[in-house]
């Protein structure tokens, strides 16, 4: 069974939702619930993928107990890197399986509770993850609305909701919000994606005038970035609602990213969850070290290489293939060009607050947001080889 | 370390922002929000903390306070103090 795909997902969604309403508006606690649902969900999920599930297993069994490890004595160094080590087997070697078409030690999700596990390991590592119960580990870990594809929460604030037993009319406000984020996301996939997905038509560069190709080949990018972000945003305010069915509010992953001023912005507004993640765990680890060992001469030239980076692994993490690698590698120098423009032009100081500088900057942000996505979508490449065999 | 005022802090803390933010507007707008005044950004951020790691052996984790508790100069400063 696929999330947020298969009819038989969304009627054992409509199932569990309706339990979770019973017991919260009842006033009664809903991590067990949640807990045991989740199980239910990730049976459903795997049930079908038996190697799937015993990876996963094996992953979860790990990840807890380098954790539990780790928190015995949670500023040892040793222990912090051998942890960190063991929870990221999966997701590397499922990375480097996929160039050669295999699947090593992949499973559905395993990006995602990777993700999650790290951070619980860098928290109890920085001492601000004193102690965590097996169970609300495992509940953060495995909280099915979010498994196979975020959004990324993080421990403290998703157990602190875990563990609120909210006073009935609370608890309505979440469960309405959540059934309406549900549909709203519904829409947002299942009609304006699928809807745009029919325009959808990359070609290669043809014999027509060169203005008329251009035009074809922008109108690509356009409707695969548009589609991309009604199918994704939809799913993650689905991910959303469902959570919040079940007393968790799950962070928003999008925030309006077409209206960005410039790349800065755009990571603030796109796949929030994730962007926010690298920032905390590769952007700012690779500055504080940075800056602490004195790398580089100038903290624009750490800035710089940092985003460098955060984004080339980014990417790296979409896939090693030259289309995700570009794509990283991209976003990487735009904001490093971003950021050497904003801290050294004095044009920038004098005009950024001007109505027509922002309009400017706009316009340019979205067609480089666009052509971002035609990497992404390896339409760029496809061009370049047509160009290159003729 | 040597105990400091409430008032040496102040001033310490309010000269390091300065010189992060490449701007004075701080020591006047000691209340508002210095990410959304765009004073301040993840790498300013991280400066901070390092800044404040050095300069009074007070640790604080990129993760560890949420922005909405470390984002005007007045909050920096109460961080700070709670730590020493």
């Not at chain 1, 999650?116 to 109890?124: D, R, Y």
């Not at chain 1, 421990?155 to 406000?173: K, N």
């Not at chain 1, 993640?277 to 700012?284: E, G, I, S, T």
Request: one cysteine or more; proline letters at 3%.
């Amino acid at each position: 069974m696929s999330f947020y795909a298969d009819p038989s997902f969304f009627m054992l969604l409509a199932a569990a939702v309706a339990g979770a309403a019973f017991l919260g508006l009842r006033e009664r606690p809903l991590k067990r619930y949640g807990l045991v649902a989740s199980a239910a969900f990730l049976a459903c999920l795997f049930c079908k993928d038996l190697p799937g599930l015993a990876v996963a297993a094996g992953f979860t069994v790990a990840a807890t107990l380098a954790t539990r490890w780790l928190l015995a004595s949670p500023s040892s160094n040793a222990r912090f890197y051998a942890s960190v080590g063991v929870v990221l087997v999966p997701l590397l070697s499922a990375k480097v399986g996929a160039v050669f078409d295999q699947n090593l030690l992949g499973f559905a999700g395993v990006s995602y509770v990777t993700f999650k596990a790290l951070q619980v390991l860098f928290e109890v590592h920085d001492g601000i993850v004193g102690k965590m119960g097996v169970f609300d580990y495992l509940y953060f870990l495995l909280f099915f609305p979010v498994f196979t594809s975020g959004p990324i929460d993080r421990s403290r604030r998703f157990l602190e909701d875990a563990d609120a037993v909210r006073p009935r009319d609370e608890y309505a406000g979440l469960l309405a919000r959540g059934i309406l984020l549900l549909l709203a996301g519904v829409v947002y996939t299942f009609v304006v994606a699928v809807w745009l997905h029919r325009f959808y038509a990359p070609s290669a560069w043809g014999s027509g005038p060169f203005v008329a190709e251009l035009g074809g080949q922008v109108q690509t990018a356009y409707v695969y970035g548009l589609y991309l972000f009604f199918d994704f945003a939809g799913y993650s305010l689905m991910a959303m609602g469902a959570s919040y069915c079940f007393g968790i509010r799950t962070p928003r992953n999008f925030r309006a990213p077409f209206a960005s001023v410039d790349i800065k912005d755009f990571w603030n507004r796109w796949n929030i969850t994730l962007s926010f993640w690298l920032r905390d765990f590769v952007f700012m680890r690779f500055s504080r070290l940075a800056l602490r060992h004195r790398w580089f001469k100038s903290r624009l030239t750490t800035a710089c290489w940092g985003f460098v980076f955060d984004m080339a692994l980014m990417g790296a993490w979409h896939g090693l293939t030259a289309d995700y690698l570009l794509y990283g590698l991209y976003h990487g120098l735009l904001l490093a060009g971003t950021e050497a423009f904003q801290k050294k032009s004095r044009f920038y100081r004098a005009h950024k607050k001007s109505p027509l500088f922002r309009a400017a900057s706009w316009f340019v942000t979205l067609q480089l947001v666009m052509f971002g996505f035609a990497l992404f979508s390896g339409q760029v490449t496809m061009l370049v080889k047509g160009a290159f065999h003729g | 370390m040597a105990e400091i005022t409430h008032e040496e802090l102040e001033g310490r803390m309010l000269d390091i922002l300065e010189d992060i933010c490449e701007d004075d507007e701080v020591r006047v707008r000691r209340d508002e929000d210095l990410f959304a005044l765009g004073l301040l950004d993840s790498m300013g951020a991280i400066e901070l903390l390092v800044t404040i790691e050095e300069e009074f052996g007070v640790s604080i984790a990129p993760t560890e306070v949420e922005r909405d508790e470390m984002n005007t100069a007045n909050l920096i400063v109460h961080q700070v103090e709670i730590r020493l």
